[in-house]
């Protein structure tokens, strides 16, 4: 899904393209080589058909991510390796709630 009318006329040398649309020449690209991937669309939005697809073959086959990545053990993981890294350090923390 598109929500955009601006367009990538033609893929940077040493890409390859992966997708198109009628409106959109290169609507993915991947430079396999140098480990590059793109899209000129929203995989996550539900409009895309086969989005949630791209999405895990993207996390589990190029990037190899393991999925088993738990909320509890990023923010226990997060604060130990915070803490050792700012000692009695001081820091300023801007944090945003919502959906940016």
Request: glycine share 8%; with cysteine; net charge positive.
């Amino acid at each position: 899904w598109m929500s955009h009318t601006d367009y990538i006329a033609e893929a940077p040398e040493g890409f390859k393209v992966t997708g198109t649309t009628k409106n959109c020449p290169v609507a993915a690209m991947e430079n396999k080589k140098r480990k590059l991937y793109a899209v000129q669309f929203h995989p996550e939005v539900m409009h895309t058909q086969e989005g949630k697809k791209m999405l895990h073959n993207f996390l589990f086959d190029v990037c190899n991510c393991a999925g088993d990545w738990k909320m509890d053990s990023f923010v226990d993981n997060t604060i130990k390796s915070l803490r050792t890294k700012i000692g009695s350090g001081k820091v300023l923390c801007a944090l945003s709630g919502g959906v940016d």
